[in-house]
């Protein structure tokens, strides 16, 4: 049986791998983590925020400009990293990129979810809220894509999915959570037929958009980075886009600035992906298994897993 999780015991994590697993990944230099590129996974460093958030800010205008009225493309994307979200707004302002002609749409990642509803913008916390603040509402009317391109996982789930399957989505954009997800894929609860044993990689890909319970340590890092430290003010559940739509997007563009996971996290879903080791204690690692995945670090916040008491 595999060991308990050492932060939540009725749960699965990265805390439940095999101890050789994670000491080969504590191990790695930045330069190991740059080996572990292979054909469908990219590890791309960079060596100034700037260029970092500027890279990122880019990703989403080569996305749009592959849009055309009759074959729209969109992006799916987070809040978590935030950084690049003006820089998308300067830079489709700056080139005149009209998005509304390009029928060119965006995806939202996940929603909070409290007390059975989906929050609406009035929440401090709303995911679309921040996307609007952040990026839609600096873009010039005449280029912004049209609120109905705009898609977020409310109440119509169903209808989020399918989009998936009119449009194409040519990058799934986001960041690494302290849990090791992507958008809110959380590893899963420790009870009934996975009491024992998480699901499989293949058991877990067939998940889609879908209402999720957030695993503590997803709890505690938002009231970290979003919350102020509130932990009681963070929803437990929300949206999330899941495997099955990610699998429908052309590329998944990884971004760590070393805000969000730290040395030793960044480091362990490198590994996996890089090795094919597909867990789904570690929700990320799953990417092994996709086409073309790129992760992107800031190298000065890749650091060390060296103990040093400070």
Not at 128 to 138: N, Y
Not at 150 to 167: C, G, M, R, T, V
Request: with cysteine; charged share 25%; aromatic share 10%.
């Amino acid at each position: 049986m595999r060991p308990k999780s050492v932060v939540a015991p009725d749960w699965w994590d990265y805390t439940t791998l095999d101890k050789e697993l994670l000491s080969d990944a504590a191990d790695l230099t930045a330069d190991d983590m740059l080996q572990l590129s292979r054909d469908g996974f990219r590890v791309v460093f960079y060596d100034t925020l700037e260029d970092f958030y500027l890279a990122e800010a880019l990703e989403y205008i080569e996305a749009w400009l592959q849009s055309t009225p009759d074959n729209p493309v969109g992006v799916c994307g987070p809040i978590g990293p935030t950084e690049q979200l003006p820089l998308v707004a300067r830079l489709v302002n700056s080139l005149g990129l009209n998005l509304k002609e390009k029928n060119a749409y965006f995806w939202g990642m996940d929603e909070w979810v409290l007390d059975g509803k989906v929050v609406d913008e009035s929440h401090p916390l709303s995911f679309k809220k921040a996307d609007k603040a952040l990026c839609f509402d600096h873009m010039d009317p005449k280029l912004r894509l049209p609120d109905e391109n705009q898609l977020y996982p409310e109440d119509n789930l169903a209808d989020f999915s399918a989009a998936f399957d009119s449009i194409r989505c040519a990058l799934m954009q986001g960041g690494q959570g302290d849990v090791k997800h992507w958008a809110f894929n959380d590893p899963l609860k420790r009870e009934g037929a996975y009491a024992n044993e998480p699901p499989s990689p293949e058991e877990y890909r067939k998940l889609g958009t879908r209402l999720v319970d957030l695993h503590p340590v997803t709890i505690m890092q938002n009231a970290r980075t979003s919350g102020g430290g509130r932990v009681s003010e963070v929803p437990t559940q929300a949206n999330t886009v899941g495997p099955v739509e990610t699998w429908k997007t052309d590329k998944v563009s990884i971004w760590q600035a070393g805000t969000h996971d730290n040395p030793f996290g960044m480091r362990l879903t490198t590994f996996m992906i890089g090795k094919r080791i597909p867990d789904t204690a570690v929700p990320m690692s799953l990417l092994a298994d996709h086409p073309n995945v790129q992760f992107n670090f800031y190298r000065p916040a890749i650091g060390t897993c060296a103990v040093e008491m400070h």
